[in-house]
Nanobody, 124 residues
Framework: QVQLVESGGGLVQAGGSLRLSCAAS????????MAWFRQAPGKAREFVAA????????YFADSVKGRFTISRDNAKNTVYLQMNTLKPEDTAVYYC?????????????????WGQGTQVTVSS
């Protein structure tokens, strides 16, 4: 069982930066692949970024490539999403998710555990 708690959301102007954190409980955090998804009002949840259990492989949605980075600290049971050059279209609730699968997945249904989400609002 893994419990996830996101933090770091807020209101920022376009062009600004935020860093989201996702703290995980459970001794097996290091064996899970982690990802960030986001969901804007009236839209489906969409993949943002993923990182494998070792941290050696990351994958990003085209919409955030070059602006966002994902990292993890297995000693702290935490995964991070650094968001730079934010745009109004990045406004959404951001969710952290964990998968026991060994591959990198962009489909929400591949992730067994989810956090409660943190709101990110980018003003123009």
């Amino acid at each position: 069982q893994v419990q996830l708690v996101e933090s770091g959301g807020g209101l920022v102007q376009a062009g600004g930066s935020l860093r989201l954190s996702c703290a995980a409980s459970g001794r097996t955090f290091s064996s899970y692949g982690m990802a960030w998804f986001r969901q804007a009002p009236g839209k489906a949840r969409e993949f943002v970024a993923a990182i494998r259990w070792s941290g050696g492989y990351t994958y990003f949605a085209d919409s955030v490539k070059g602006r966002f980075t994902i990292s993890r600290d297995n000693a702290k049971n935490t995964v991070y999403l650094q968001m730079n050059t934010l745009k109004p279209e990045d406004t959404a609730v951001y969710y952290c998710a964990a998968t026991s699968g060994s591959h990198t997945y962009i489909t929400p249904r591949k992730y067994e555990y989810w956090g409660q989400g943190t709101q990110v609002t980018v003003s123009s």
